[in-house]
């Protein structure tokens, strides 16, 4: 008998860390997902609403909400370096300061929303011509890129005060708030593009006044924690300046990212009205399902930072493995959900059957792809939440040097649609590759308040 006994009692021992892990990991992924699919259930409704106007309103769109995505996804260091600079000090117990950090973030937040206006709204025109909008598309991609520019300060506030309350462990808050936004984006998108015969530019407006809706709910649960733990509410430069220059490299990694995904519908563009459409279809629900593998990321980003604020290397390192593990088995499950609800997906978007034959195999190709997705995901959220965002910024500057070539290639060699995603599942596997290196050196697990 002890002999039996004694293996048994070690497994439960080691099954231990396993479910604290689970039980921590969902207890914030979880709500992170409601809060994460937010953006992409925004773009998905917009095109779900544009897309029965007619083909050249959802090509317009699939152009312009490229570039809006753009450009509040550059400046996406605003919650994630909040995070992790949040959840460091949160481990080591300055909660003052934790709160102070992320009311730094929300006045680079407001200055870079304002810098964004002034550049987007003059030089809308230009930037549709440079995605290589066709003339039919065009018009619709300018109007709706200038007026929901007017919420990009919203969006960037909403970036930074999320920031602060997943590095305070809190992923609930910003799900209650992405809910009320994604249930008002749609009734005020269907309200002003049907009901008042706004068409595109409806949508727009319903976007903008559910943005800054959710950006005044943060800011009012932010002023209120500043004031519980005696953190100032005004504007420091000094602290202004130092989360810009944390940020900087994850500034360049986001930028890397994005010029991956500009290049995307710049190349499915110059395919034609179809396809544009049908990437912008494709793109809607990749990122719908990045979001959902990022919200196990999210939880990384708060529990690694935890960890190593509180120098505790050892649970940094086990979090880590058992996120993988997540990510690996929910890119499985969202492949198949993906194969299976194809034929149901596509005709919420679109009656034009030229675009669903296009997004068809494409479809396949992402689904595919998930598990890739899961495990990159994951690691990048890790590597986030330690603090690492130079190797980041490096690790993404080489996937864009191999993505490149590959996506210029497609039209040259007239490979369509589904040859462009198969060099976006290339550019994953590279991202994968990166981050696991990283991940085994295990040179990202720098301890203390501040890193």
């Known amino acids: 008998m002890p002999m039996t006994q004694a293996p048994a009692a070690a497994d439960r021992a080691s099954q231990k860390p396993h479910r604290r892990h689970d039980r921590e990991i969902l207890a914030l992924a979880l709500p992170a997902f409601g809060a994460l ?3 992409p259930l925004f773009v998905m409704a917009d ?3 544009v897309g ?5 309103q959802l090509a317009g769109l699939g152009v312009s909400s490229a570039l809006l995505t753009t450009a509040v ?6 919650a994630y370096a909040t995070t992790a600079a949040v959840a460091r000090r949160v481990g080591a117990g300055d909660l003052q300061a934790a709160v102070r950090q992320g009311v730094d973030g929300i006045w680079l937040a407001l200055i870079l929303g304002a810098a964004v206006i002034l550049v987007v709204l003059p030089t809308a025109p230009a930037l549709v011509e440079v995605f290589g909008a066709s003339p039919t598309a065009a018009p619709y991609a300018t109007t709706y890129l200038r007026i929901s520019s007017l919420g990009i300060p919203a969006m960037l506030v909403v970036l930074a005060a999320t920031g602060v309350l997943r590095g305070l462990q809190d992923t609930r808050t910003p799900l209650y708030v992405a809910i009320a936004g994604f249930v008002a984006n749609g009734v005020l998108n269907a309200a002003l593009v049907y009901g008042a015969g706004l068409g595109i530019a409806g949508s727009a407006w319903g976007t903008v006044i559910a943005q800054c809706g959710m950006a005044a709910v943060y800011l009012t649960v932010v002023v209120r924690g500043a004031r519980r733990h005696g953190a100032s509410l005004r504007p420091d430069a000094a602290g202004i300046r130092a989360c810009a220059t944390a940020g900087a490299p994850l500034l360049i990694r986001t930028l890397s990212l994005r010029a991956i995904l500009m290049i995307a519908t710049a190349v499915a563009a110059r395919l034609g009205d179809a396809d544009i459409a049908a990437h912008q279809i494709v793109q809607s629900l990749w990122s719908l399902l990045a979001f959902a593998l990022d919200a196990i990321a999210i939880a990384g980003q708060a529990i690694i930072g935890r960890y190593l604020g509180a120098a505790d290397t050892r649970g940094a390192r086990d979090a880590c493995r058992r996120m993988v593990q997540w990510g690996i088995a929910s890119g499985v499950v969202l492949g198949l959900l993906v194969i299976v609800a194809r034929p149901l997906f596509l005709p919420l978007f679109t009656s034009d059957a030229a675009v669903r034959n296009t997004a068809l195999p494409a479809l396949v190709m992402i689904a595919v792809s998930q598990p890739i997705c899961g495990i990159v995901f994951v690691l990048d959220g890790v590597l986030m ?9 490096g690790a993404m500057l080489v996937t864009l040097a191999v993505f490149t070539p590959a996506a210029l290639l497609v039209p040259v060699l ?5 040859a462009l995603w198969g060099a976006m599942t290339l550019m994953m596997v590279v991202r994968m590759l990166t981050l696991w290196l990283r991940s085994r050196s295990g040179r990202w697990m720098v301890t203390g308040a501040a890193r």
């Open 52 to 56: 029965h106007l007619g083909t050249s």
């Open 47 to 49: 095109s779900a609403i």
């Open 73 to 78: 996804s550059v400046f996406v260091f605003l």
């Open 37 to 39: 699919v937010a953006e």
């Open 414 to 418: 007239d490979g369509g649609l589904t």
């Open 385 to 393: 939440g330690a603090g690492d965002g130079p190797y980041l910024a």
